[in-house]
């Protein structure tokens, strides 16, 4: 079965960093859509970053600037950098992946393997 793990969460204060990791056992990303997406109490789940099959990175308008998605060399691992982190940005966030190659979507329907999540909460 494919699995998806999220690390590197944790409690930060507003303008502090983390960096996200998403390991994938039993395949590498290669070829995939893979995705960082957050969700809020209260708020639908919405896309921060995204990196393609033809491995260019998109991002989000409310986060760009702020956050950097990169694969390792293997792709069998995601990660996700945040940067001057603010309150807003406390949310559970997931690791999701596509295995289609025709196109890469914001919509987190579109993917079909997600983590468990890994909890980010930013304090003023």
């Known amino acids: 079965q494919v699995q998806l793990v999220e690390s590197g969460g944790g409690s930060v204060q507003a303008g502090g960093s983390l960096r996200l990791s998403c390991t994938g056992t039993?395949?590498?990303?290669?070829?995939?859509?893979m995705g960082w997406f957050r969700q809020a109490p209260g708020k639908e789940r919405e896309g921060v970053a995204i990196?393609?099959?033809?491995?260019?990175?998109h991002y989000a308008g409310s986060v760009s600037g702020r956050f950097t998605i990169s694969q390792d060399s293997t792709e069998n691992t995601l990660y996700l950098r945040i940067d001057s982190l603010n309150p807003e940005d406390t949310a559970t966030y997931y690791c999701?992946?596509?295995?289609?190659?025709?196109?890469?979507?914001?919509?987190?329907?579109?993917?079909?393997?997600w983590g468990q999540g890994t909890q980010v909460t930013v304090s003023s």
């Open positions: 999701a992946a596509d295995p289609r190659t025709n196109y890469c979507n914001w919509n987190w329907s579109s993917y079909k393997y």
């Open positions: 039993g395949y590498t990303f290669r070829g995939y859509c």
């Open positions: 990196v393609d099959h033809n491995k260019i990175t």
